[in-house]
């Protein structure tokens, strides 16, 4: 059973930069590609980005000149940086599995508030 | 971007009875493989995201036969047979065929 689990701080300060990473267990990084979903507080799903395990990525055009994604396949891990935050980058971040133009397994989610 | 625009926002129902939500794309949602990569998700209150349908009307592992999905190019539906009470929640549509992936606003199920 794939099971993903998001990680990084809660709390980052305006201007700063974001770093989330998702452990993936049950399945190789190696074998497809994964995504980021975020959900700002109160409001609707928004795709992030994904990254595959070949180098290919594809970002959230309002976010590209910002997000940086990579992949660690010592540790089955891939991971999120979004540089310069700022508030309106708070929200429940959600890693997720690619699977052909859909998103087969959710990581619970992991809260991120930008505040000073 | 694909704007997907979903109807009603929200969506009151007996328990028993069926339901039907819109999910309308700007753009055709073919592919050049010919499939519509169009997907349903359900999220509940507090939990994550949730497969329902992908590629328009293929089930995910699990989820009852009362959800199907149907449509082609820019206008599709998901219909729920008979509501239940674990039903409630939002459900969301987004496409995997252009990019950026992008999803629908949501729409709300609560129970009368």
């Known amino acids: 059973q794939v099971q993903l689990q998001e990680s990084g701080p809660g709390l980052v300060k305006p201007s700063e930069t974001l770093s989330l990473t998702c452990t993936v267990s049950g399945d190789s990084v190696t074998n497809t590609c994964w995504s980021w979903v975020r959900q700002p507080p109160g409001k609707g799903l928004e795709w992030v980005g994904y990254i595959c395990y070949s180098g290919t990525t594809n970002y959230s055009p309002s976010l590209k000149s910002r997000l940086t994604m990579s992949v660690d396949t010592s540790k089955n891990q891939f991971s999120l940086k979004l540089s310069s935050v700022t508030d309106a980058d708070t929200a429940v971040y959600y890693c997720g599995r690619d699977n052909m133009g859909s998103i087969d397994c959710w990581g619970q989610g992991t809260p991120v508030t930008v505040s000073s | 971007d694909v704007v997907l625009t979903q109807s009603p926002l929200s969506l009151p129902v007996t328990l028993g009875q069926p339901a039907s939500i819109s999910c309308r794309s700007s753009?055709?949602?073919?592919?050049?493989?010919?499939?519509?990569?169009l997907n349903w998700f359900h999220q509940r209150p507090g939990q994550s995201p949730r497969r329902l349908l992908y590629?328009?009307?293929d089930r995910a592992s699990g989820v009852p036969d009362r959800f199907s999905g149907s449509g082609s190019g820019t206008d599709f539906t998901l219909k729920i047979s008979r509501v239940e009470a674990e039903d409630v929640g939002v459900y969301y549509c987004m496409q995997g065929t252009h990019w950026p992936y992008t999803f629908g606003q949501g729409t709300k199920l609560e129970i009368k």
């Open positions: 590629k328009v009307s």
């Open positions: 753009q055709s949602l073919v592919y050049s493989d010919g499939n519509n990569y």
